[in-house]
Nanobody, 126 residues
């Protein structure tokens, strides 16, 4: 069964760091672009970051550039989102996802997503 299993999340103060993990089950993550999306209460889901299969090819939402880093650990079949200098506006449920299309590259839309992680709640509050 093809799954994305997330871990991480939690409640932190502004300026703190968190790392989200997204482990692939039943398929090799390294063959696909993997994205992170988030949805805050009352807001639409938005694409936060993505890592393509081409080394060094990543995408970041403007508001997280310089603070978030996405990276792969292919031997562990896992993609990570390192979030530093967190702000209250980063509060949301974060989902990893993939379209399971080899060569599709990163997309800023969730219209083609075939597999979603279960979500992880991130709360940034003082």
């Amino acid at each position: 069964q093809v799954q994305l299993v997330q871990s991480g999340g939690g409640e932190v103060q502004p300026g703190a760091s968190l790392r989200l993990s997204c482990a692939g089950s039943g398929f090799p993550l390294g063959r696909y672009a993997i994205g992170w999306f988030r949805q805050a209460p009352g807001k639409e889901r938005e694409a936060v970051s993505c890592v393509d299969t081409i080394v060094g090819t990543t995408y970041y939402l403007d508001s997280v550039k310089g603070r978030f880093t996405i990276f792969r650990d292919n031997p562990k079949n896992t993609v990570y989102l390192q979030m530093n200098s967190l702000k209250p506006e980063d509060t949301a449920t974060y989902f990893c996802a993939t379209d399971l299309i080899i060569g599709s590259g990163c997309r800023e839309t969730d219209a083609y997503v075939e597999v979603w992680g279960q979500g992880a709640v991130v709360t940034v509050s003082s």
